[in-house]
């Protein structure tokens, strides 16, 4: 009789992930990357003076996406930035989260025109929306936390993948804002 045989159903896999989760949740490392206004906030979660993220095992934004594996969008995508932005994505190491800071990056905010993209899950699955114009140091801080939660959540392997492209696929089947009906003054 193995050990499997006397631990309650999926006990191992369980503990795994719960592990796993709760390292990696505390050792988020983020892309340098902004794009926009917001970008200034999220710069000064790094004051080590007032927001210091290193309390949270983030004190290092790396310069290579390759050793990434959060990016805080932070600021308005235009359509000129939206590849760049996927191929940072896609160089990013796995597993990977994506932040989305502020209006703009979250719906294209007040840009509602042809330059911007309406929303960067458009093209990149979004793990947590943070609203605000801007957000401030504190509300980014606090998104950060909620992230971590989530992560401590997190499936593992196969399980992993399934949840992104579910979502990658739900986010490309949604409507531009300016088409939602209930934005078209429609109801709902
Ligand atoms: S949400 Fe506001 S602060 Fe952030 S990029 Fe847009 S305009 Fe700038």
């Not at 899950?121 to 606090?142: A, K, N, Q, S």
């Not at 989530?150 to 992993?160: A, E, P, S, W, Y």
Request: aromatic share 6%; net charge positive.
């Amino acid at each position: 009789m193995g050990l499997e045989e006397k631990l309650p159903s999926g006990f191992l896999l369980t503990t795994v992930e719960k592990l796993a989760g709760y390292m990696r949740s505390n050792s988020l490392w983020p892309a340098t990357f902004g794009l926009a206004c917001c970008a200034i906030e999220m710069m000064a979660i790094g004051s080590a003076q007032k927001y210091d993220v290193s309390r949270f095992g983030m004190e290092v934004f790396r310069a290579s996406p390759r050793q990434a594996d959060l990016m805080i969008v932070a600021g308005r995508v235009s359509q000129k930035m939206a590849p760049v932005v996927r191929q940072i994505y896609d160089q990013m190491s796995e597993p990977k989260w994506v932040l989305s800071m502020g209006a703009c990056a979250s719906s294209g905010g007040m840009f509602n025109n042809y330059a911007i993209v309406q929303g960067v899950d458009h093209i990149i699955p979004v793990d947590i929306y943070l609203p605000g114009c801007p957000p401030r140091p504190e509300m980014l801080l606090d998104a950060i936390l909620k992230l971590h939660e989530q992560i401590k959540d997190t499936k593992l392997g196969v399980n992993r993948k399934k949840v992104i492209t579910e979502v990658e696929k739900a986010a490309l089947a949604s409507l531009p804002t300016h088409q939602i009906p209930v934005f078209q003054g429609k109801g709902e």
